[in-house]
């Protein structure tokens, strides 16, 4: 079983940056299927960007351009470079890793807020 473990959430002004880890119990080298989703009080969880173990990437409509999503396979660490943040990037970010995107397994989640 794999663990997932987030950091770097926390409180930043509109315009502001942050950086999101994903850090895995394993090796994530063999796992082919990673990525941010999250999740607004009253609001469907939703896609962030995804990673392949190819480096095949993938964003959001509303995260495109301001978003970057990595992999350290040495450090078994997936990364979420979030840039020029918004309000409405205010959510529960989780991260999730298994055999496809939100199959496998889950992160306990950690918590951004953007203020105006």
């Known amino acids: 079983q794999v663990q997932l473990v987030e950091s770097g959430g926390g409180l930043v002004q509109a315009g502001g940056s942050l950086r999101l880890s994903c850090a895995a119990s394993?090796?994530?080298?063999?796992?082919?299927?990673m990525g941010w989703y999250r999740q607004a009080p009253g609001k469907q969880r939703e896609m962030v960007a995804t990673?392949?173990?190819?480096?095949?990437?993938n964003y959001g409509d509303a995260v495109k351009g301001r978003f970057t999503i990595s992999r350290d396979n040495a450090k078994n660490t997936m990364y979420l470079q979030m840039n020029s943040l918004k309000p409405e990037d205010t959510a529960v970010y989780y991260c999730?890793?298994?055999?496809?995107?939100?199959?496998?397994?889950w992160g306990q989640g950690t918590q951004v807020i953007v203020s105006s």
């Open positions: 999730n890793a298994g055999p496809y995107f939100e199959l496998g397994y």
């Open positions: 394993e090796n994530i080298a063999k796992i082919l299927a």
């Open positions: 990673i392949t173990n190819g480096g095949s990437t």
